[in-house]
T-cell receptor, first 111, second 111 residues
Framework: NAGVTQTPKFQVLKTGQSMTLQCAQD?????MYWYRQDPGMGLRLIYY???????DKGEVPNGYNVSRLNKREFSLRLESAAPSQTSVYFC??????????FGPGTRLTVL | QKEVEQDPGPLSVPEGAIVSLNCTYS??????FMWYRQYSRKGPELLMY????GNKEDGRFTAQVDKSSKYISLFIRDSQPSDSATYLC???????????FGKGTLLTVNP
C-alpha cells in the first residue's frame, strides 16, 4: 500500500500561472482533504470531500478549486497563482471524520 | 479565544527524559483527540487517537484526555533522538468532517 501519494513534490510558479496538485489514496477511504501549512499558522483546511461526488469549503478556500475525480483521487487547482499561495500543501484521507492519513506534501513557491 | 492552543516550544530535552506535550481547547463538542508526529519536510503521521477521557498507552507513548478541563497531553517515556519532530494535537467531533489542529510543538531530544 502506498497510502496517500501527491504529485508534484516541488513546484515553482510565476504569479498568474495555473497548476493542479494531484492526490491519490489506495486505502479505499471515503473522505479526502486538502490542507496548507505555513510557519506559525499550522495546518489549515482548504477544501474537503466527505464522500465521492461531494466537496465543501474549509477555512481558507479563496483562490482554489477542487475536483473529486473518483473515490481514489482528489485534485486541487490554483487558477491564477499569487505569492500568498506559497506554502506546503498536504492531502489527507480518512474512513470516517476522525483519523486522517496524510501524504508527503507538495512544496509550492509562487514568485 | 482560539479553539485549540498548543505551546510551540521549542522544547529541548536529553535522551531518556520524560516529555510532556499539551493542548487546551475551548469547544465542548470535540469528541475525538489525536496526536500527529511530523518530521522535518515530511507529512504528519498519526501517532495516537482516543475518544474518551483517561489514558491510552502505546509503547513509550501515553495519550491523556481530560474533557472536564478541556486538556489533552502526550507523554513520551525514555525519549530518543529519533523522537525529535514537531508534534501536532488535533481534535474533532459531531457530524462535520473537519479536524482542528494545534500549531505544533517542536521537540528536540539530544543524545
Amino acid at each position: 500500500n502506498a497510502g496517500v501519494t501527491q504529485t508534484p513534490k516541488f513546484q515553482v510558479l510565476k504569479t498568474g500561472q495555473s497548476m493542479t496538485l494531484q492526490c491519490a489514496q489506495d486505502m479505499n477511504h471515503n473522505s479526502m482533504y486538502w490542507y496548507r501549512q505555513d510557519p506559525g499558522m499550522g495546518l489549515r483546511l482548504i477544501y474537503y470531500s466527505a464522500s465521492e461526488g461531494t466537496t465543501d469549503k474549509g477555512e481558507v478556500p479563496n483562490g482554489y478549486n477542487v475536483s473529486r475525480l473518483n473515490k481514489r483521487e482528489f485534485s486541487l487547482r490554483l487558477e491564477s497563482a499569487a505569492p500568498s499561495q506559497t506554502s506546503v500543501y498536504f492531502c489527507a484521507s480518512s474512513v470516517r471524520a476522525d483519523t486522517q492519513y496524510f501524504g508527503p506534501g507538495t512544496r509550492l513557491t509562487v514568485l | 479565544q482560539k479553539e485549540v492552543e498548543q505551546d510551540p516550544g521549542p522544547l529541548s530535552v536529553p535522551e531518556g527524559a520524560i516529555v510532556s506535550l499539551n493542548c487546551t481547547y475551548s469547544n465542548s463538542a470535540f469528541q475525538y483527540f489525536m496526536w500527529y508526529r511530523q518530521y522535518s519536510r515530511k507529512g504528519p503521521e498519526l501517532l495516537m487517537y482516543t475518544y474518551s477521557s483517561g489514558n491510552k498507552e502505546d509503547g513509550r507513548f501515553t495519550a491523556q484526555v481530560d474533557k472536564s478541563s478541556k486538556y489533552i497531553s502526550l507523554f513520551i517515556r525514555d525519549s530518543q533522538p529519533s523522537d525529535s519532530a514537531t508534534y501536532l494535537c488535533a481534535m474533532g467531533g459531531g457530524s462535520n468532517y473537519k479536524l482542528t489542529f494545534g500549531k505544533g510543538t517542536l521537540l528536540t531530544v539530544n543524545p
